[in-house]
């Protein structure tokens, strides 16, 4: 798919009824209508409302297909007002942070049309939108989905049959992103996350992280999980095999099960303790990296990705394994289908978890 921008004609603001800059990064694009006609409306947006009630949007689109700009992306417009909605697994409110608005001229009430040059125009805009920011469907989204109650824009459009034109032929993402799915596709291969370990491991010898690898890739091909961003994530957990939880006989994959607790005592007071420098230590130890700890990982990420009405059979043996070994919250049941749901879960704070794991695996890719 072309991700070229459309024609768009810069026009910006008679005064700063917007934020400049942004606190958060772009992770979904609304669509209004203006409840208005050409030129009024656009020229109430030009001006940002009224004094009483300042509004903007980042891009208006007339009934002709011609597209305005009126706010820069890297600026943040008021145009969602009070508003929630899902970003990348997380409930998040007030999304003029997190948003790129488009207003569409239209009067919103159900009998207004919307022509096709305008529909064409919204389509090649959130196109190129969604491919720029890599925007997933979940988050290409109206008025009225954010503010359910408050409003009912953009009334009567085609939604389905747009989004469904948005997202046909979509390039493949080439780059790992926070929001990438833990359920899906890998974008790196197996020589990549081999030959990254073998640099770096000073614990296991090449063999060793050849059949760690290849646990990895057979397990997680089998229950759909991205077993390269896993192998990432392990790399991040264990400074790239180089933690003492990650050496044998513990063979911690990720830092499951470790709280940072210790206690003197002659014996643990469970099984999941290691003895290190007169103390035990909590934290879980596996017999064997394959399949006990991949699958131990692996389950934990799907429970965290995945409701069990979601998950298959197979998919379902490894979230029961893992929460055998550690219980996860029933509220964090598939709250994380994209990475970046970990942050401030899998890890504490963790606030730029997900962000650190995708930097580390498009460096394991040589990117």
Known sequence: MNTTPPPITWRGMARQSYERGRTQP???????????????????????????NPVSCHYYIDKAGVITQFVRDADTAWHAGQSSWTIDGVRRSGLNAWSVGIELSNRNNLTDPYPQPQIDA?????????????????????HLDISPGRKTDPAGFPWEVFVNAVYTELPAPTRYTADAPIVGLPLGTFNDASAWLIKRSTLYKPFSIDEIVSGYRGIGERVGVDWFLAIAQMA??????????????????????????????QIPPGPHWAWRDGRWWEGISFRQWNP?????????????????????????????????????????RGIAPTMVGLNGRWAVPGTSYAQSIAGLANRMRGL
């Open 236 to 265: 991040h957990e264990t400074g790239s095999l180089t933690s003492w939880w990650c050496d044998r006989p513990r063979r911690n994959p990720a830092g499951l099960g470790v709280t940072g607790h210790s206690i003197t005592a």
């Open 122 to 142: 919204t389509i090649a805009l959130s196109r190129y939108l969604v491919a720029t920011y890599e925007i997933p469907r979940e988050q290409l989204v109206r």
């Open 292 to 332: 006990d700890a991949i699958e131990a990982h692996l389950g934990r990420l799907l429970a965290y990705a995945l409701t069990d009405d979601q998950a298959n059979d197979e998919q379902k043996r490894l979230i029961t394994y893992a929460l055998s070994l550690r219980p996860l919250p029933p509220s964090f």
């Open 26 to 52: 772009i992770r979904c694009v609304v669509i209004h209508s203006t409840a208005g006609s050409a030129p009024s409306d656009a020229n109430w947006l030009h001006n940002g409302g009224n004094p009483f």
